[in-house]
């Protein structure tokens, strides 16, 4: 099924003209794409079924705005809930009665594949005119016949995923930030013999395929290998391996495989975190554990909605023995691969080196991207008692998991604790035993959409994990974005009033989740926000920043300019209070489980989306660590993605060890901690 209303949360059922196909033209960066799609459905799904996913962070609620574009055609008339999404200043004529999405989009929409007509701009717009349309949410506007969007007008912040030419777009912007790697302890890389040989296209003439030869070759050289790696050695062979011409070859020895590059090209490794909404892969040589590059992007199954719960309800609300191959399960499974894949692909040219050099990848991520991942339908997390498919799953083919420029790397995924607790829990534990002084007691935060809470006490290791949202990854956030170039990264009290720090250099594009952390606790100083998250008066605030406050009164779009074009809006500080008092209320029911105090704590490690921008001081000023811990966090900038690298790069050993770990943690389930609800109200102040 093409459409994914679960994802949107839009009834779903045919209407009126069912099974019409209309056209969809989709204006980019002077390029014009046509797809032919089923009418009516939501303009958000005719787009993603065209393969131009937008992220809907609010997982199509109307409430976020993100999926805002420029739209003309048979459009729905734009219905009441959009404006105050759309914006003061959108400029959108008087609204009008809600035309009742769902009753235009119920049931289940038709879902033919989509085809692209032709690309390039040879067409005209269906209603013939240059007009940019009018802005429209995605997510809540039903495509009724013909029509164009144009994206990334000037007005959209609709953000691109499934463009074609995605290598392009902003979802993977170079990530400048990249933290500094915390040196590894001797000895910890796994070996790696490497042996320079020359093939010879002379043997290929006495053989009867070029395998033979190849195969030939090796065997001379003592390497004896299995099918798939055979397999491997030869697609990399003939990549460069021409006719007339003998090839240089190194061939790689670690962990028992044998892995073939060509023209001398060194042995190279992945390490990669999929978030819920921000994605970060790294690369590595796995000679040495020299960093390559590093890309870090949106997930691109943010189209789904912001958090898990979306995702989740998403895949499990097809029917299970649809063989389609465009089920909402299916198509999550093929966007996290997507996501990954572009990522990484983008990484290997920064770093000048061929996918094909890339033999091993390590992945970690919630139990939610786990299932997603590999494509196993997430029943058991839908419900009590809240159930990975599988803790530890087995080394696979990247082909197997839609990775195909990768296909032949071994991919690997960290093991998860429960629940929701996942490999990025224990790549965080890892990293933090592995990497940092030995601690007794001690506590981690992993800051992302879901927040996932690890206390070291004494022998004992408890985790557990709280539905933060996605604001301290920029999600949800009116002027929100990953700390990727452009992102304020960081808001410093002056004299004055404040300044921005930008990912770059550049001009302010956005907020990240470390700009959103800083400018709550320099506006907190300055008593621009109240303890309790509400944004003050123009009254009364103090003179200088009376310019800067604008929006109604007590509503929600109240806001305050940060820096130019980026503003924080009233909402926004609620969603950071949600996120804030979720995360604070699990790590003070463990505390509680233990019996402890924050005064025992040796140490708090912050990992997560903030990376190395994190600002200790922030996290007490606005109340998510409390003023006891202030000289004793510790920001681990690389967070769950560190403990990926250790198992890329120490090999086995790592990885035994990362199994021990989460088999030795107790998972604490606070969905149904009779405390829980209590003590996230009573943590949701920002003090
Ligand atoms: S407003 Fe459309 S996805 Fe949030």
Redesign the pocket.
């Known amino acids: 099924m093409c459409s994914d209303d679960a994802s949107?949360g839009a009834k779903t059922g045919r209407g009126e003209g069912e099974g019409r196909i209309a056209r969809l033209e989709i204006r980019l960066t002077g390029e014009t794409f046509v797809a032919e799609v089923a009418v009516p459905q939501l303009l958000?799904n005719a787009l993603a079924c065209a393969g131009f996913s937008?992220?809907?962070?609010?997982?199509?609620?109307?409430?976020?705005?993100?999926?805002?574009v420029r739209a003309a055609g048979a459009l729905s008339p734009l219905e009441t809930a959009?404006a105050a999404?759309l914006g003061e200043d959108s400029g959108i004529p008087a609204i009008v009665a809600s035309p009742s999405v769902e009753e235009a989009n119920s049931g289940e929409t038709p879902s033919p594949v989509p085809r692209i007509a032709h690309t390039l701009g040879e067409t005209e717009p269906p209603d013939s005119s240059d007009a940019p349309g009018e802005l429209r949410?995605?997510?809540?506007t039903v495509m009724e016949g013909d029509c164009t969007v144009f994206l990334h007008a000037e007005e959209s912040t609709g953000h691109l995923s499934g463009h074609p030419a995605r290598l392009c777009s902003a979802i993977a912007e170079r990530n400048k930030n990249s933290p500094d790697l915390l040196p590894l302890p001797e000895g910890l890389l796994a070996e790696c013999a490497t042996t320079a040989l020359s093939l010879s296209w002379k043997a290929t003439e006495q053989e009867e395929d070029v395998r033979a030869a190849l195969s030939r070759t090796l065997a001379n050289a003592g390497f004896s290998l299995s099918d798939a790696e055979r397999r491997s050695a030869l697609r990399n062979a003939l990549r460069a391996w021409a006719p007339g011409k003998d090839l240089a070859v190194s061939v790689h020895r670690r962990r028992g495989r044998t892995w073939l590059t060509s023209g001398g090209e060194e042995l190279c490794g992945a390490a990669c975190d999929l978030g819920t909404t921000t994605v970060a892969c790294r690369l590595f040589r796995l000679r040495d554990g020299a960093l390559l590059a590093t890309r870090s992007g949106r997930n691109l199954q943010s189209h789904f909605g912001g958090d898990v719960i979306a995702r989740i309800a998403a895949a499990t609300a097809h029917d299970p023995d649809d063989p389609g191959k465009d089920t909402p399960l299916s198509r999550l499974q093929r966007l996290a691969a997507e996501t990954l894949e572009t990522l990484m692909l983008q990484a290997a040219r920064d770093a000048g080196i061929s996918p094909s050099a890339v033999s091993e990848i390590v992945c970690c991520g919630n139990s939610a991207m786990h299932a997603l991942l590999y494509g196993y339908r997430p029943v058991f997390l839908s419900r009590l008692p809240f159930l990975p498919a599988e803790k530890i799953s087995s080394e696979l083919p990247g082909a197997d998991l839609g990775l195909h420029a990768f296909g032949g790397a071994s991919v690997r995924f960290l093991p998860l604790v429960g629940g929701f607790v996942g490999g990025d829990t224990t790549g965080l534990l890892l990293a933090a035993q592995i990497l940092l002084p030995p601690k007794r007691r001690r506590l981690l935060l992993d800051l992302g959409t879901n927040g996932e809470i690890v206390l070291q006490w004494e022998e004992r290791l408890l985790a557990c994990s709280t539905a933060a949202g996605p604001a301290f990854e920029g999600g949800n956030i009116s002027c929100g974005m990953p700390a990727t170039e452009g992102a304020v990264i960081g808001v410093e009290r002056t004299d004055e009033g404040w300044c921005c720090t930008v990912a770059g250099g550049g001009a302010p594009a956005g907020l990240c989740g470390s700009g959103l952390l800083d400018a709550l606790a320099v506006l907190r100083g300055w008593n621009l926000v109240a303890p309790d998250g509400r944004l003050v008066s123009p009254g009364e605030a103090s003179p200088q920043f009376r310019p800067l406050l604008s929006g109604d009164t007590g509503g929600n779009n109240r806001g305050i300019e940060l820096a130019k074009g980026v503003r924080l809006t009233q909402k926004d500080i609620r969603e950071f209070q949600l996120a804030k008092g979720a995360v604070r209320a699990g790590a003070e029911l463990l505390l509680e489980e233990v019996g402890g105090t924050w005064s025992d704590l040796e140490e708090c490690v912050v990992a997560g989306a903030f990376g190395s921008s994190l600002k200790p001081e922030s996290l007490v000023a606005t109340g998510l660590l409390p003023p006891e811990t202030a000289e004793r966090i510790t920001p681990l900038g690389g967070g769950a993605g560190e403990g990926c690298r250790l198992v890329l790069l120490g090999g086995d050993p790592l990885w035994n060890e990362a199994c021990r770990l989460a088999a030795a943690t107790d998972h604490v389930d606070l969905g149904g901690h009779p405390r829980f609800q209590e003590t996230f109200v009573r943590f949701l102040a920002l003090a």
């Open positions: 949107t958000g937008l992220e809907m962070p609010c997982g199509g609620q109307g409430r976020c705005g993100k999926c805002r959009s999404s949410l995605a997510c809540r």
